[in-house]
T-cell receptor, first 113, second 112 residues
């Protein structure tokens, strides 16, 4: 039973470059969440989708960040242009429905130089 | 902003002992969840307790919730080396459908 799959696991790039993080949901799950984890701010919700529709993007830090769900099983989080303060571990999680727990991927560790 | 605040920030105990972690939160909740995170991995759901419940058990885990004090505790009994991890409380809407707000976590180390 495959869990949530994120790619890449690690990304190192220079500031100003576009970064795309990818997430494959667990089959049949209809809610998708993007979180960011840093030592200073802990885990923060960036955006979440229900049935491919963005419900709350109030956690997206700036217009440089965008997230999409081109289909029911896949999502991307894009940062353009990237900045050093975007360095963090980015997690996506999916859930089957309300009252069900969220299943997390193992994250993408992003370093912006 | 952080909804939950875990206490202590770090805890080191001997294998076999019990570990207790506390969480405080600020706003009204429908439920509270606990998650575990092993180093370099994603979070794993442990247990969910609803606002009308006071205590819940799952294996070696015992969770309590006091809505009057806006606090919860997680007890791990008979700890094992494999329990070494960070533990987070989280609040949200109806559990899975709404985004979660996490505390900063308790880092638990079990000494063999």
């Amino acid at each position: 039973d495959a869990g949530v799959i994120q790619s890449p696991r690690h990304e190192v790039t220079e500031m100003g470059q576009e970064v795309t993080l990818r997430c494959k949901l667990i089959s049949g799950h209809n809610s998708l969440f993007w979180y960011r984890q840093t030592m200073m701010r802990g885990l923060e919700l960036l955006i979440y989708f229900n049935n491919n529709v963005p419900i709350d993007d109030s956690g997206m830090p700036e217009d440089r960040f965008s997230a999409k769900m081109p289909n029911a099983s896949f999502s991307t989080l894009k940062i353009q242009p990237s900045e050093p303060r975007d360095s963090a571990v980015y997690f996506c999680a999916s859930s089957l429905s309300r009252e069900q727990p969220q299943h997390f991927g193992d994250g993408t560790r992003l370093s912006i130089l | 902003s952080q909804q939950g605040e875990e206490d202590p920030q770090a805890l080191s105990i001997q294998e076999g002992e019990n570990a207790t972690m506390n969480c405080s939160y600020k706003t009204s909740i429908n439920n509270l969840q606990w998650y575990r995170q092993n180093s370099g991995r994603g979070l794993v759901h442990l247990i969910l307790i609803r606002s009308n419940e006071r205590e819940k058990h799952s294996g070696r885990l015992r969770v309590t919730l006091d809505t009057s004090k806006k606090s919860s505790s997680l007890l791990i009994t008979a700890s094992r080396a494999a329990d070494t991890a960070s533990y987070f409380c989280a609040t949200g809407g109806w559990g899975g459908a709404d985004g979660l707000t996490f505390g900063k976590g308790t880092h638990l180390i079990i000494q063999p």
